[in-house]
């Protein structure tokens, strides 16, 4: 049975993280926010965004490309994450929040994606 991709518990996860990340840097100063604020929360929000245009998609290889465009987004989150702690603009409480939700859900992204690459291989043409 199909269902919406916004309606998946991982896609679910991510939107809250961003929505969490969001949180906090519109209360940062404006150099802060527009340097590296800006690049994190559109790292963040590039993933679930690459896996709505995974979505609508056709062909499988475009379907797994975006997919792994939102993985690198995922990863990009937590490199400006780091960044972010490295330079104070988080306080240690909401940067280990940050940290364990995405470490938390790379693992299930990727078994998303291998989900979606075995699903694929079994579905006739």
């Known amino acids: 049975m199909y269902r919406e991709i916004k309606e998946l518990r991982i896609f679910e996860e991510i939107e809250k993280i961003a929505d969490g990340i969001w949180d906090e840097v519109s209360k940062w100063d404006n150099f802060a926010k527009f340097t590296v604020g800006t690049q994190l929360v559109n790292a963040i929000d590039s993933v679930t965004a690459n896996m709505e245009e995974a979505d609508g998609r056709y062909h499988y290889r475009d379907k797994l490309n975006f997919l792994y465009v939102g993985r ?6 937590r490199r400006w994450a780091a960044k972010a702690t490295k330079r104070g603009l988080f306080d240690s409480n909401k940067t280990k929040e940050f940290f364990n939700r995405i470490e938390n859900v790379l693992p299930q992204y990727n078994a998303f994606i291998a989900d979606f690459r075995k699903r694929a291989k079994s579905t006739p043409v």
């Open 72 to 77: 690198g987004s995922l990863k990009e989150a």
